[in-house]
């Protein structure tokens, strides 16, 4: 079935392209394995803007790693749609991020294009970059419409979200008896940036809060507390590792803030800093 729906995904942006006569590409946070069987032309950008840009020098695809793992990723998580990216070589990109409840998976990119604002920042491009097809900004927005809806169903059927990561922060149950809980660990991870409270949760299930503990425990093997938490630092561990986010941004799209309760939480349960865990597990592709 993976494999059904990942060629399904191919076959569609391949139509995009020669509808469109533009590259579609997906940049995935790691929440999916599905990146790796894409074509190559489907998650690197091969457009002959973007290969005669990164055919100067390492110092070149640095800029589009950056912009593609920290500049789309911030932004992506900061509106939650689509958005036009003006990228480090100055000509502009459709971004069309997508999402699992609170979860950023990553996003199609289209382009480049030129628009009344693009101005090339790199001479030794600058003859393909006058090549650029040249769009408004009306219509790219206008596209970003038209590709959600094409995609959404083939991108969300793929997107399961990994609960794994290096240090095994949180080992999900394989499988929980009791559907209430269940339901409840499904819309803890879909809102983890929220406020949940015990008691909100409990009436969900229609149970006293101590009792809605004590299942939660029994099914979980663990207090609600330290899964709502581990929860959380995982994702942490996730974004730290798959993107260029600040350690302060990556805070704030956990849920956590406050940057010292962050750190602390981190600690326990990964045994190291943020920054020590993605200086060790980093694992940014190029583009």
């Known amino acids: 079935m993976a494999s059904e729906a990942i060629e399904r995904l191919n076959g569609l942006l391949n139509d995009l392209?020669?509808?469109?006569?533009?590259?579609?590409?997906?940049?995935?946070?790691?929440?999916?394995?599905?990146?790796?069987?894409?074509?190559?032309?489907?998650?690197?950008?091969?457009?002959?803007?973007?290969?005669?840009?990164?055919?100067?020098g390492l110092?070149?695809?640095?800029?589009?790693?950056?912009?593609?793992?920290?500049?789309?990723?911030?932004?992506?998580?900061?509106?939650?749609?689509?958005?036009?990216?003006l990228c480090h070589a100055g000509v502009y990109e459709l971004v069309i991020p997508f999402f699992q409840g609170d979860h950023y998976a990553g996003a199609i990119l289209t382009g480049p294009f030129l628009t009344g604002k693009s101005e090339c920042t790199y001479s030794c491009a600058l003859c393909d970059y006058e090549n650029l097809k040249k769009i408004d900004e009306g219509t790219m927005l206008a596209l970003s419409n038209i590709v959600t809806e094409v995609l959404r169903n083939s991108i969300g059927g793929l997107v399961r979200y990994d609960h794994k990561n290096p240090v095994a922060v949180l080992n999900k149950p394989e499988k929980?008896?009791?559907?209430?809980?269940?339901?409840?660990?499904?819309?803890?991870?879909?809102?983890?940036?929220?406020?949940?409270?015990?008691?909100?949760?409990?009436?969900?299930?229609?149970?006293?809060?101590?009792?809605?503990?004590?299942?939660?425990?029994?099914?979980?093997?663990?207090?609600f507390s330290e899964y709502w938490q581990r929860l959380k630092v995982n994702e942490a561990c996730r974004l730290l590792a798959s993107t260029g986010l600040r350690i302060s941004e990556v805070a704030e799209a956990c849920g956590l803030p406050e940057q010292s309760r962050f750190s602390a939480l981190f600690r326990r349960y990964c045994g190291m800093s943020p920054g020590q865990y993605r200086k060790t597990f980093q694992n940014i592709t190029t583009t």
């Open 17 to 56: 392209e020669r509808i469109c006569g533009d590259t579609f590409i997906w940049k995935s946070t790691g929440s999916m394995k599905v990146v790796n069987s894409l074509d190559l032309s489907h998650r690197v950008h091969t457009q002959f803007f973007c290969t005669s840009v990164k055919g100067q």
């Open 59 to 85: 110092e070149f695809e640095d800029a589009c790693v950056i912009n593609d793992t920290e500049v789309i990723s911030r932004r992506a998580l900061e509106l939650k749609k689509p958005f036009l990216n």
């Open 176 to 223: 929980i008896s009791d559907k209430r809980i269940a339901d409840i660990i499904r819309y803890m991870e879909d809102n983890f940036r929220q406020k949940i409270t015990v008691s909100a949760l409990a009436r969900k299930c229609a149970l006293s809060p101590s009792r809605f503990l004590h299942l939660f425990k029994k099914e979980t093997q663990r207090s």
